[in-house]
């Protein structure tokens, strides 16, 4: 059985539209149409590669997975995504999980939106975004829960990922739609924050925001996409140089983020 949910861009917003599209709204809006199959992803699926054939305003991406146990394998099942008409997006994957399809949304808010995507837990108390990064199992989940136990006003708004948008002045995060809606954050919520505070848990620190590259999401796949996250970055460090500081923090160690945050 095929599954097809319909989305449409509206101020930053995916909006989710009527199955019954009509050709004016198709040609007027930024349509996302993701068709989904039945079959569960596997637990332990990784990409192996996805390419990415871009050509002015048309673009195509053609995702291979394979398992973390065997990464020299790759499944049967492909993920494709590609943009016509105008600014449209169609989206196949074989699985029914948003999750699924996390870099194909995230290569098209960046073009389309220039809305950055990394892989991130965010917490937001008194418009200071508390962003912790690192690989996975590397603490941020915890960090982000532990956090919200200290200051009871603010609230988690990401657990996995998180969108951060620049506008004139202003630097607004969010959570994405797929980690939305699988673990019940609010959907098409931005919250506009004046300090950010980027806690690195990676066993590699940061040395500055340009190291924000290799937390984002669809990194590395195209030299197109590239050039609009360093562009996007560069944009975030003029926006808000003086209100983003940086701290290193030790490998699955909340102690150590909970020090950081009490000297603050």
């Known amino acids: 059985m095929i599954k097809t949910i319909n989305y449409h861009l509206n101020n930053n917003y995916l909006v989710l539209s009527s199955n019954n599209i009509s050709s004016k709204l198709f040609a007027e809006n930024s349509l996302i149409a993701i068709k989904m199959s039945d079959n569960k992803l596997p637990f332990g699926t990784i990409v192996k590669s ?44 074989p699985y029914n999980d948003m999750t699924a399809i996390a870099n194909e949304l995230s290569i098209y808010l960046l073009y389309m939106k220039n809305i950055l995507t990394i892989h991130a837990s965010c917490f937001v108390q008194n418009e200071i975004g508390y962003i912790f990064l690192g690989r996975s199992n590397s603490g941020k989940s915890t960090s982000v829960k532990m956090i919200s136990k200290l200051f009871t006003s603010g609230k988690i708004i990401a657990d996995d990922h998180i969108h951060i948008c620049a506008e004139k002045s202003s630097i607004l995060l969010s959570c994405p739609i797929w980690d939305a809606e699988n673990k019940s954050k609010e959907v098409n919520k931005w919250y506009i924050v004046k300090k ?24 590395s ?7 609009v996250i360093y562009s996007f970055i560069n944009k975030i460090y003029y926006i808000a140089e003086d209100w983003i500081d940086i701290y290193n923090c030790e490998y699955q160690s909340w102690e150590s983020v909970r020090k950081i945050i009490n000297e603050r």
């Open 221 to 227: 796949y195209h030299d197109s996409i590239d050039d």
């Open 196 to 219: 950010i505070r980027l806690i690195c848990l990676d066993k590699i620190g940061m040395n500055g925001l340009i190291d924000l590259l290799r937390f984002t999401v669809a990194y």
């Open 50 to 93: 996805l390419k990415v054939n871009k050509k002015d305003n048309y673009y195509k991406t053609i995702c291979i997975l394979t398992s973390l146990n065997n990464p020299n394998a790759s499944y049967s099942e492909i993920i494709t995504s590609e943009v016509i008409d105008g600014g449209n997006l169609t989206i196949n994957s």
